[in-house]
């Protein structure tokens, strides 16, 4: 039988490898904070060879981001912020850095200071970091973030109408795509306006409920909130605009013959039972064939019958330029994303480009057009990135860095049909 004091020294062993571990995991944090500091270092060392200005300086430590967000699998986005977090964090703030390379703070700490430090105005982080470090050790970095949001708010100088008024720049609207068929969707603005918000979604929420209605409190106020947004003679939305959704369903789950899956443009798999709805009520339908293996559209028809094109595009594809909206559309929902390396932005909100550029003989059809965003647009034209298509493959693209690193991107398995 295992004594009670031969679990206790297990355990006890099993929290003192835990902590090892978590102060080896600051040091590599501060090792690669260290590491991404001389990347931008690099950059710039590189634009200044060429005697370029800030623009030159942004267009190198861009291409030194996507050179390591594609090495990396990150996002362009992340890999910029982290560059920019671990220049702050070697160059504004060494107590901290110190601190990280001891294991003394996490890196989520040091995220959290540097976040909150880095909005006060240079004069006053300092004192600001040396009040924190002394209370990270015994915060964990929830409480640590708290209470760095309250100091910052005694510590910052200037006026909080000034700063309100700045802060109310950067309100926007997000998607964040959960599991489930559901998405968060987040709405950062004005303290005041929130508040507002809660508080009539709150009184609409009460004021529907009854004995016969089986919805939560929570349930009626995401209800209420859909319906304010979305109701057609909502005064406050052009009447001239409507919300508009991209799904992709097989024909087999149309007619009742399949429970697989559609596919929502943006989000992913929803529930078969959704997509007929949908389906039901679609103001513009078409109906695509697809090759087997490349996905390439064969034939194109809308409201299941009147054809569009037999093929997407007439001749040999030179005689336009712009693609008709039809395989537009089409090739929205097969690429579903940017088609370079590692990008997310939805193929709707991105641009179709020739992968052979129109003015070297590219044609017009489909295995010649894919899309990307407009970043990777500028990328693929004004840099010494390549990219070709799979000679068997087209919709299969393999990209080449600068530095030669290679990377295939391919569109998203098609639903099922069957």
Known sequence: MVRTEELDARLDAAIDEL??????????????????????????????LVSGGSAV?????????VEIATATRRSERTVAGMINNAEQLVHDYPATLSALSDGRVSGLHARHLIAHASTLPAEARPGFEARLLAEAAVLSPHRFNERARRLRETCHPESITVRHRQAREERSVWLSPECDGMATLTHYLPAVDAVAVDDLLDKIARSERSDTDPRTHLQRRADALTRLILTPDNPARPASITASVLVT?????????????GDLHGYGPIDPGTARAI?????????????????????????????????????DGRDRYSAPPELRLVLAAIDQTCRFPGCSRRANRCELDHTRDWAHHGTTTPENLTYLCSRHHHLKHETRWTVHP?????????????????????????????
Not at 24 to 44: H, K, P, Q, S, Y
Not at 249 to 261: E, F, H, M, N
């Open 279 to 315: 389906a039901a009520t679609a103001p513009t339908f078409l109906r695509v064939l697809t090759h087997p293996t490349t996905r390439e559209p064969t034939m194109i028809t809308r409201h299941w019958g009147r054809p569009v094109a037999d093929h997407p595009t007439d001749g």
């Open 19 to 48: 902590h090892d571990i978590d102060r080896a995991t600051a040091g590599l944090d501060a090792r690669r904070a260290r590491c991404l500091a001389a990347v931008a270092e690099i950059a710039d060392e590189r634009a200044a």
């Open 57 to 65: 300086r942004e267009g190198e430590r861009r291409l030194v981001a």
């Open 390 to 418: 799979h000679p068997d493959r087209p919709r299969h693209l393999n990209w080449r860095s600068p530095h030669g690193r290679n990377y295939t991107t391919a569109p998203p398995p098609a639903p099922a049909d069957g």
């Open 249 to 261: 369903v097989p024909a087999a789950t149309i007619a009742g013959l399949s429970d697989q899956p």
